[in-house]
């Protein structure tokens, strides 16, 4: 096992409001922006996140679907994919809180998980 909690990357449509949310519940989460990866293609986002070994999540539902696919059988890893639908980022954390809660970073690996 390489890794107990998740990591997280949160694209440019994502409210900065989650990322202080999961902070403040001890997770570590930073934004495409605060990773000084803005106005980078969707591709170039998950390729930054796999790099760091850091789950993505994202509203682009399509685009995200599409290039796990690509991942998929090309052989290239992810560590994980998380869709979610567009709430208020108070909705979208206590969502969030029980994913993190209960799977690993390994656990994540390739995955796509909608919230």
Do not use: C
């Not at 969707?42 to 789950?55: K, P």
């Not at 993505?56 to 796990?68: D, G, I, K, N, P």
Request: cysteine-free.
């Amino acid at each position: 096992m390489n890794g107990i909690f998740i990591e997280l990357y949160l694209d440019e449509d994502v409210n900065v409001v989650v990322r202080d949310l999961l902070r403040a519940q001890g997770f570590n989460a930073i934004t495409a922006t605060q990773a000084g990866q803005g106005g980078r293609t969707d591709a170039e986002q998950l390729a930054f996140a796999a790099s760091h070994r850091r789950a993505l999540v994202t509203h682009h539902r399509v685009h995200f679907e599409s290039l796990a696919l690509e991942y998929f059988t090309t052989g290239q890893k992810h560590w994980g994919i998380i869709i979610a639908v567009q709430r208020p980022p108070e909705q979208i954390v206590q969502r969030w809180l029980v994913i993190l809660n209960q799977v690993t970073t390994d656990e994540m690996e390739n995955q796509v998980r909608y919230l």
